[in-house]
Nanobody, 121 residues
Framework: QVQLVESGGGLVQAGGSLRLSCAAS????????MGWYRQAPGERRELVAL???????TYGGSAKGRFTISRDSAKNTVYLQMNSLKPEDTAVYLC???????????????WGQGTQVTVSP
């Protein structure tokens, strides 16, 4: 089994910054994709950013120009640096990873518990 643990959420004022971290642990052979989604109450979950094993990065429209995703492969950890935060960024941010647990298995999707980000006006 694989576990994802997020940290770094909190309350900030508009224009401020936060850095989220997500550490994967457990049976990990290869992380194919790792990234962040967010979900506000009553809203659909949306992509924030993701990074592939090859280093390819995809940003959701709301993140472009303000957020930066990065990784530390040795620690199985992905980061999301969020700058110029806006009230509309308020949401639960969930870590997601497509993990191959062994050389014999295909990748499987895992989710963290989520970390709350609140941006005050």
């Amino acid at each position: 089994q694989v576990q994802l643990v997020e940290s770094g959420g909190g309350l900030v004022q508009a224009g401020g910054s936060l850095r989220l971290s997500c550490a994967a642990s457990g049976s990990i052979f290869k992380i194919n994709t790792m990234g962040w989604y967010r979900q506000a109450p009553g809203e659909r979950r949306e992509l924030v950013a993701l990074i592939t094993s090859g280093g390819g990065i995809t940003y959701g429209g709301s993140a472009k120009g303000r957020f930066t995703i990065s990784r530390d492969s040795a620690k199985n950890t992905v980061y999301l640096q969020m700058n110029s935060l806006k009230p509309e960024d308020t949401a639960v941010y969930l870590c997601n990873a497509d993990v191959q647990s062994s050389r014999y298995y295909v990748g499987y999707d895992y989710w963290g518990q989520g970390t709350q980000v609140t941006v005050s006006p």
